[in-house]
């Protein structure tokens, strides 16, 4: 059986908070996809991550002021809504407020405080 995978989109920056998201879903029984513990060294970026997109029944966005300045995290999530998966956004120092006035936000987002 296939296990159920998680894609986590984060700025470098919030790696560590990623980390502690990752641990606490693998807890919980998920597999997850954190580009830092499982791209290979020499991988081709954009291959690599979206053949784990593909692989991720939804995607966990941590929302912070570094991520939502960073063209890839809004190219994760947009990727996975193509796909018509689930894309959870977690704000961290954000208000809803500051994703809606972000020129590239996306309504489908189910946002969590």
Do not use: C
């Not at 929302?63 to 960073?70: C, G, P, V, Y």
Request: aromatic share 6%.
């Amino acid at each position: 059986m296939k296990q159920y995978q998680i894609f986590i989109s984060h700025a470098g920056e919030d790696e560590w908070i990623a980390q502690q998201i990752s641990n606490k879903l693998k807890r919980k029984g998920a597999s997850t996809y954190l580009d830092s513990e499982r791209m290979l060294a020499g991988a081709n970026f954009n291959d690599e991550i979206l053949a784990q997109l593909r692989k991720s029944k939804e995607l966990v966005a941590l929302l912070t002021k570094s991520a939502i300045e960073k063209k890839y995290v809004w190219i994760e999530i947009g990727g996975m809504l193509t796909m018509n998966r689930r894309v959870v956004g977690l704000l961290q120092g954000l208000t809803i407020d500051d994703i809606q006035k972000h020129p590239l936000h996306l309504m489908r987002i189910q946002l969590q405080r």
